[in-house]
C-alpha cells in the first residue's frame, strides 16, 4: 500500500499536463484493486465546461457532460453541499427519490458504476470539485472493512486535487497587468450583464467582497468604471 501511495505522490511532483495526472491517478487505482474512478472539477466560470478525469466508459461521460449531468447528479449535489466523504450504492436512492435520480443510477449501473466513495475537495479560488472511487458492486459497503484503505484514498484525492489545481488555474494578465482567477471571473459575470449581488451569490463570497474585486482590477487597469475593465477583457492573455 505504502509503495503504491509513495509512486502515485513522485508521479503527482513531476506530472506537466492532465495526462500525466490520469496516468497517476489510474496506476493507484489499479494498485489498490478498484474498477474505476472520476474526479470532477465545476468551474466558476460561466465559459468553461465541467472538467472531467475518469476511466469510466467514454460513452457514459459523453452523455453525462452532454446532458449536463453534473447539475442534477445527485452524488455531484452532496458533494457541494457536505464537505465530508461518504459511500453510496443502490440504497441510495430512497422511496421518494424522483424518476430522473432512479433512470439516472440506472443509466449509470449499465456501465458498470453502481456504488462508490466520494470525496469533496470544497471551494476553491477556481470553483468546487469532487473525486470518486467506483464500483461495479450494488452495496455501499464499498471499502466499509478497510479504513486503512480509505484514509490512504483521502490523502490520495487531496493531494491529486493540488496538482490539478497547479496545471489548470494559472494567473491571468489583461493588458499586461497581472489578476487573480476571482477577479477575472468577477469580470466575466460583470460582461454578461450580473448585478454585484448576482455575482456574488455565483461565486459563493460577499457582496462587499465581489465588490472589492471589482475596485481592485479597476484601479490596476487605471480605468474608472467596471464597464471600461470589461473592455479590456477582450484583451485577456493567459500566463502559461
Known amino acids: 500500500?505504502?509503495?503504491?501511495?509513495?509512486t502515485f505522490l513522485?508521479?503527482?511532483e513531476v506530472s506537466g499536463n492532465i495526462q500525466q495526472l490520469r496516468d497517476a491517478l489510474t496506476a493507484l487505482t489499479s494498485g489498490f484493486g478498484l474498477k474505476s474512478y472520476a474526479y470532477l472539477a465545476l468551474s466558476n466560470s460561466p465559459y468553461h465546461r465541467p472538467r472531467l478525469i475518469s476511466n469510466y466508459d467514454i460513452?457514459?461521460?459523453?452523455?453525462?457532460?452532454?446532458?449536463?449531468?453534473?447539475k442534477s447528479d445527485p452524488i455531484i449535489l452532496r458533494a457541494l453541499r457536505d464537505p465530508k466523504p461518504f459511500r453510496w450504492g443502490a440504497e441510495?436512492?430512497?422511496s421518494a427519490s424522483s424518476r430522473f435520480i432512479r433512470n439516472f443510477f440506472h443509466e449509470a449501473a449499465?456501465?458498470?458504476?453502481?456504488?462508490?466513495?466520494t470525496y469533496p475537495m470544497g471551494r476553491w479560488r477556481a470553483g468546487r470539485a469532487a473525486l470518486t472511487f467506483a464500483s461495479d458492486s450494488s452495496g455501499s459497503d464499498f471499502l466499509v472493512h478497510a479504513p486503512e484503505t480509505c484514509g490512504v484514498l483521502r490523502?490520495?484525492?487531496?493531494?491529486?486535487h493540488r496538482h490539478f489545481r497547479r496545471l489548470v488555474a494559472p494567473g491571468y494578465s489583461v493588458n499586461g497587468v497581472a489578476l487573480s482567477l476571482r477577479q477575472v471571473q468577477c469580470l466575466e459575470?460583470?460582461?454578461?450583464?450580473?448585478?454585484?449581488?448576482?455575482?456574488?451569490?455565483?461565486?459563493?463570497?460577499?457582496r462587499s467582497t465581489a465588490k472589492h474585486h471589482l475596485q481592485v482590477v479597476r484601479e490596476k487597469l487605471n480605468v474608472h468604471t467596471s464597464a471600461q475593465a470589461v473592455a479590456a477583457?477582450?484583451?485577456?492573455?493567459?500566463?502559461?
Open 155 to 160: 490523502m490520495a484525492a487531496y493531494e491529486f
Open 233 to 240: 477583457l477582450a484583451n485577456l492573455k493567459r500566463i502559461l
Open 92 to 94: 441510495f436512492i430512497g
Open 189 to 206: 459575470w460583470i460582461a454578461m450583464g450580473k448585478t454585484i449581488a448576482e455575482v456574488a451569490f455565483l461565486l459563493g463570497v460577499a
Open 10 to 12: 513522485d508521479d503527482l
Open 1 to 6: 500500500m505504502e509503495c503504491v501511495l509513495q
Open 59 to 70: 460513452r457514459w461521460t459523453g452523455h453525462y457532460l452532454d446532458q449536463f449531468y453534473h
Open 110 to 117: 449499465s456501465f458498470g458504476i453502481c456504488s462508490g466513495l
